[in-house]
């Protein structure tokens, strides 16, 4: 059997409509940063998402070349995922100071009509027999045959730890609406968001926005949480 991760990790990749507490495992994943509107057509998001695949898909399909991974088993290449923050300002003692996420109690708000302004780190999962070794040679093998120069791409591993999580369905715009019934229920049962700059607002899209109607995208919220004082 192929191994797909949203049908083996349920938990991870198909929650339920109402808001849940995950605790999530350390994992590998190649990635992509930048920033800007991911709607610009030919922009540096879109142009992120191409080095993304190319690698994953060369990864994939490394078991018919003659170079061999170790432990390695077929596998359905995970769905793309983001980490995404904008700059936040907030006046201190009459002088502008600008974080990168901030703690809750900084935090403004995310500015869905200024997407030129948001920051990202775009990712795809890879299994934990993927090494560094190997993913430095899918990153030369996909520039050489795909084309696309793939240097942009790190090999990262991130352990998200305890995070509340929630399937929103509908267009990215409407995610508020989403994140208002999460962080009604955070109140509720006794913890608040803890992002920073190293735990951030993270998305995982679950739908193919060229051929799924906007109303019926399903993407996956999740937030780091910390137990309320």
């Not at 991974?69 to 009459?94: A, K």
């Not at 999962?125 to 430095?136: A, G, L």
């Not at 998200?160 to 929103?168: P, S, V």
């Amino acid at each position: 059997m192929v191994y797909d991760f949203k049908k083996d990790s349920k938990e991870f990749y198909m929650p339920k409509s109402k808001p849940e507490i995950v605790n999530l495992p350390r994992a590998n994943y190649i990635a992509v940063r930048g920033g800007g509107d991911p709607n610009e057509k030919g922009g540096a998001y879109q142009q992120a998402i191409s080095v993304l695949y190319a690698v994953a898909y060369t990864l994939k399909m490394s078991y018919k070349t003659d170079y061999k991974i170790e432990g390695f088993f077929q596998y359905v290449v995970p769905p793309l995922e983001g980490f995404w923050w904008q700059e936040t300002q907030h006046q201190m003692d009459g002088v502008i100071r600008t974080d990168r996420a901030g703690r809750q109690e900084d935090m403004v708000g995310i500015d869905y009509g200024n997407k030129s302004t948001f920051h990202w780190i775009s990712v795809i999962r890879v299994p934990d027999f993927v090494s560094k070794k190997d993913f430095e040679w899918a990153v030369k093998m996909a520039t050489n045959k795909k084309k696309p120069d793939c240097s942009s791409a790190e090999f990262i591993t991130i352990e998200e730890g305890l995070c509340a999580q929630i399937m929103h369905v509908g267009p990215f715009d409407e995610e508020p609406k989403s994140i208002a019934i999460m962080d009604r229920f955070l109140e509720k049962s006794g913890y608040i968001n803890d992002m920073s700059a190293e735990r951030l607002h993270h998305e995982i899209y679950l739908s193919d926005a060229r051929k799924v109607p906007a109303d019926k995208w399903m993407t996956i919220i999740r937030h780091p949480i910390k137990k309320a004082e």
